[in-house]
């Protein structure tokens, strides 16, 4: 089962490039989302879906920009790159809703460096 | 204020031995869940366990368990019987609610390192 594909792996930009980061999931899961993960803070929420059509901003999203036109795909583009977008990416899907466990499952992340 | 603080950036533990991994919470919601991710070197995320907040018993994975301490806003990963292949980065996190976003908020995490 392929889950979470995210894409590509590792990545260096110059500041002002813009790029998109690539993410789809077989699992037939409403919920995506976009996290950071920087040295030392553990990992942080950038922007999220509940559906097709359905996106939100989280904890971190400035400089990042998002869309949802199908259950499966959920790219994260950045406009304008800084070296402060440097980080680790990672992409996750799951279920929504309920008392019962929604683990999140989590693509194999992208290594992104701005110089 | 940090929705999850993991105070221990790092710990050591004997192979074969059991090991405690802190992870207290701050939430005002009475429905919330609570989990536990591994990080090998490798960066993948891997998901231990799983534990909410209406459970009555804690939750139990093979050797990974969960000390549930509700009143005291705790959520502590008890592995047993380490083995070296656990040593990696732990991540306690949390989701707030239980319908629609599943949003999670992530501690700093834990080194584990595991001697032979």
């Known amino acids: 089962n392929a889950g979470v594909t995210q894409t590509p792996k590792f990545q260096v930009l110059k500041t002002g490039q813009s790029m998109t980061l690539q993410c789809a999931q077989d699992?037939?899961?409403?919920?995506m989302s976009w996290y950071r993960q920087d040295p030392g803070m553990g990992l942080r929420l950038i922007h999220y879906?509940?559906?097709?059509?359905?996106?939100d901003q989280g904890e971190v999203p400035n400089g990042y920009n998002v869309s949802r036109s199908t259950t499966e795909d959920f790219p994260l583009r950045l406009l304008s790159a800084a070296p402060s977008q440097t980080s680790v990416y990672f992409c996750a899907s799951s279920r929504t809703g309920g008392r019962e466990n929604t683990e999140a499952f989590f693509g194999q992340g992208t290594r992104l460096t701005v110089v | 204020a940090q929705k999850i603080t993991q105070t221990q950036p790092g710990m050591f533990v004997q192979e074969k031995e059991a090991v405690t991994l802190d992870c207290t919470y701050d939430?005002?919601?009475?429905?919330?869940?609570l989990f536990w991710y591994k990080q090998p070197s490798s960066g993948e995320m891997i998901f231990l366990i799983y534990?909410?907040?209406?459970?009555?018993q804690n939750a139990t994975e093979g050797r990974y368990s969960l000390n549930f301490q509700k009143a005291r806003k705790s959520a502590n990963l008890v592995i047993s019987a380490s083995q070296l292949g656990d040593s990696a980065m732990y991540f306690c996190?949390?989701?707030?609610?239980?319908?629609?976003?599943?949003?999670?908020?992530f501690g700093t995490g834990t080194r584990l390192t595991v001697i032979p």
């Open positions: 534990q909410g907040s209406y459970d009555e």
């Open positions: 879906s509940v559906g097709a059509g359905i996106t």
């Open positions: 699992m037939n899961h409403e919920y």
């Open positions: 996190a949390m989701r707030e609610g239980m319908a629609g976003a599943n949003n999670l908020f």
């Open positions: 939430t005002s919601d009475q429905s919330y869940g």
